[in-house]
């Protein structure tokens, strides 16, 4: 057994990690088991206490490419940074890149992830001709739109619980290059936010904004909204370069009185208002993954993060009300995110991705008095009618999840009898 742990670094289980080497094997029978990608979800649906973890990161093989069409097949295990890597240089990208590239392939489709450009291009589902999805009865299905498309349906945001994703077939989208123009500008409240957001959304691809979370009283809602588009830019190709956090620290340095230094910072930097900005795409869509480990800076205990979606009529209420309990505790977030989502109805049974606002933060794990402001939070989403994303979850009750996504009943037809994992036993009340 060994101790497995999520990028929030909390919790930790022992498992046994049996890899997955070559995708025509037969599965394990080692109930309870879990597909592990690269262990970029931040909670518990990628762990699976006193049970079995298939490590399919080496299944990492593109299996053909269409550099005309865009089509591309590979194993599962590829990460999409590794699909940048081979396809941008032939004119063609992600048509939904999430917060980091160093998720899989199957990882992005059993969370459904989504990105900054969800308004134009919904989530990774739509952009999925089809995959391969292995069962632990040895039956192999290909799954399509047209092809066992219940169970396409069921494995896209299934949170991997439905079988072993073998392959998969994308749809890349064309892209003149490597560079993305646009603007950024400060906000200094949430009707500004609104507002920048619908003006945005029709003009440009991706649209995003960072919130001040130490503001209270008059800047309360203030931040930094970002869009941009893909640009033809004559510039030589950047070497970007990524740096690692060295270590963990005994105790995390993120404190009430370092995250209302960085927000002000932050919020005061001239790149926040910047009229003719180019960013290289990794700066603009994956920051964080400049930064190595840099999960460690939360110290020994980790973090939580928290990620809800609020639909729009009952979030210009309730964002501002979050955001209040959040000063309240003394508990800020370096690193909030906010976004407005689609209208475009995700495909699966458990997607998360659904119209509102979605509102992602980080917070240390300061134990009780952490878990009592997300429960908090929660109590906010709840009464709103909005949902909080599994992938980033660690503790939500099995009656919130059952409130978020009253779909999940369903996916239990469709659940491979032999995997299970942390979260679907905690938030099912199946232990």
């Known amino acids: 057994m060994s101790t497995g742990v999520s990028w929030g670094l909390w ?3 022992e498992q046994r990690i049996i890899p997955v080497t070559n995708r025509f094997d037969p599965l394990p029978q080692a109930a309870p088991m879990l597909v592990f990608g690269n262990g970029r979800s931040y909670g518990d649906v990628c762990l699976n206490a006193g049970g079995t973890l298939l490590a399919t990161r080496s299944l990492d093989r593109f299996i053909s490419f269409d550099a005309t ?3 591309l097949e590979c194993e599962a295990g590829v990460l999409l940074s590794e699909i940048i890597a081979l396809t941008l240089p032939r004119g063609w990208f992600l048509p939904v890149p999430p917060g980091t590239a160093l998720v899989t392939v199957g990882g992005a489709i059993a969370n459904d992830v989504h990105g900054k450009n969800h308004h134009r291009a919904g989530s990774f589902g739509h952009h999925l001709l089809s995959f391969e999805l292995r069962r632990s009865s040895g039956e192999t299905l290909r799954c399509a739109p047209d092809q066992h498309a219940d169970w396409f349906g069921a494995t896209i945001g299934g949170l991997g619980l439905t079988g072993m994703i073998s392959t998969a077939r994308l749809q890349l989208r064309r892209v003149p290059g490597e560079w993305i123009a646009g603007d950024s500008q400060r906000f200094h409240n949430l009707p500004e936010f609104f507002a920048l957001a619908a003006q945005s959304d029709v003009a440009y691809e991706y649209t995003v904004g960072w919130l001040d979370s130490a503001a209270s009283g008059d800047k309360l809602g203030r931040g930094v909204f970002m869009r941009g588009n893909h640009l033809q830019h004559d510039a030589p190709p950047a070497r970007e370069r990524s740096l690692r956090f060295p270590l963990t620290p005994p105790i995390s340095p993120v404190t009430r009185l370092s995250v209302r230094l960085f927000n002000e910072l932050y919020f005061r930097r001239p790149a926040s208002q910047h009229p003719h900005a180019i ?6 869509l994956f920051p964080l993954d400049r930064l190595l480990d840099w999960n460690r800076l939360y110290g020994p205990r980790g973090f939580f993060q928290y990620q809800c979606v609020l639909p729009g009529a009952e979030a210009a209420s309730a964002l501002p009300e979050m955001l209040r309990r959040i000063a309240r505790s003394r508990q800020g977030s370096l690193l909030v995110v ?11 049974l458990l997607s998360f991705p659904r119209p509102g606002v979605t509102l992602a933060l980080d917070f240390p794990n300061r134990g009780e008095p952490t878990l009592q402001l997300l429960e908090s939070l929660d109590a906010i989403t709840r009464s709103v009618g909005g949902a909080v994303y599994p992938a980033k979850d660690a503790r939500m009750s099995a009656q919130s999840f059952q409130q978020y996504f009253p779909a999940w009943k369903r996916l239990q037809d469709y659940i491979d009898p032999k995997f299970s994992s942390s979260f679907w036993r905690r938030v099912t009340r199946s232990w």
């Open 279 to 284: 960013w290289h795409y990794q700066r603009f």
């Open 338 to 348: 906010l976004k407005q989502f689609g209208n475009l109805p995700s495909l699966g």
């Open 11 to 13: 919790p930790r289980y």
């Open 69 to 71: 069409s865009g089509v």
